[in-house]
């Protein structure tokens, strides 16, 4: 069973405008972690943003925001006043147990199109 | 500063022919990692390692093996490459509380 979901293979967004990227997750274990990481052009994953699942409040960073709903199982990423570039893959990901064993399970990924 | 790098950033091979690709970090990072990337799956894990000694199988790990005999690298191997293993191949290491780092990956073709 798919365990992280992107429903999302492809999104564009206006410049300035905020974006909501969807993730839902699967998994029974109560202690786990929610990721976000950004893949532009050049190829190289970025951390963008962490959830843990014990975490009160929704994770912030910048621009980045992580609209936590877990009783939804869902975990979407907001950018706020979109840039061009952001235009790249984004991929949301999962750790499941303590964070002392942290191998991680991606979604597909949301590629992101920016437009002037 | 600390970094991870991977070695060679490109790799064209046979079919059949053992290859290694090289992962070495300076962050001190007790966890590594190999992930392989392809077009509608994201990332999927293919060996980790939690420190020195220490591997596990992944998700994918059939045709693969690693080795830990210090903490800065995690050499993936390919024992007899496969056109099906022709994907992008990513490192990555963490500490036991902190969030994976990437390598650039490597593109590897297997003709």
């Known amino acids: 069973a798919q365990k992280i979901t992107q429903t999302q293979p492809g999104m564009f967004v206006q410049e300035k405008e905020a974006v909501t990227l969807d993730c839902t997750y699967d998994t029974s274990d109560p202690s786990y972690g929610l990721f976000w990481y950004k893949q532009p052009s050049s190829g190289e994953m970025i951390f963008l943003i962490y959830?843990?699942?014990?975490?009160?409040q929704n994770a912030t960073e910048g621009r980045y925001s992580l609209n936590f709903q877990k009783a939804r199982k869902s975990a979407n990423l907001v950018i706020s006043a979109s840039q061009l570039g952001d235009s790249a893959m984004y991929f949301c990901?999962?750790?499941?147990?303590?964070?002392?064993?942290?191998?991680?399970?991606f979604g597909a990924g949301t590629r992101l199109a920016v437009h002037p | 500063d600390a970094e991870i790098t991977q070695s060679p950033r490109h790799k064209i091979t046979e079919t059949g022919r053992q290859v290694t690709l090289a992962c070495h970090q300076t962050?001190?990072?007790?966890?590594m990692f190999w992930y392989r990337q392809d077009l509608g799956h994201g990332l999927r894990l293919i060996h980790y390692?939690?420190?020195?000694?220490?591997?596990n199988k992944g998700e994918v790990s059939d045709g693969y093996s690693v080795s830990r005999s210090n903490t800065e690298d995690l050499p993936l191997t390919l024992e007899s490459a496969a056109s099906s293993q022709t994907s992008v191949y990513f490192c990555a290491s963490s500490s036991l509380t902190s969030e994976q780092y990437f390598g650039p990956g490597t593109r590897l073709t297997v003709t």
């Open positions: 962050w001190n990072h007790n966890n």
């Open positions: 390692s939690y420190g020195v000694q220490d591997t």
């Open positions: 959830q843990g699942s014990y975490d009160q």
């Open positions: 990901a999962m750790r499941e147990g303590p964070g002392g064993y942290n191998k991680l399970i």
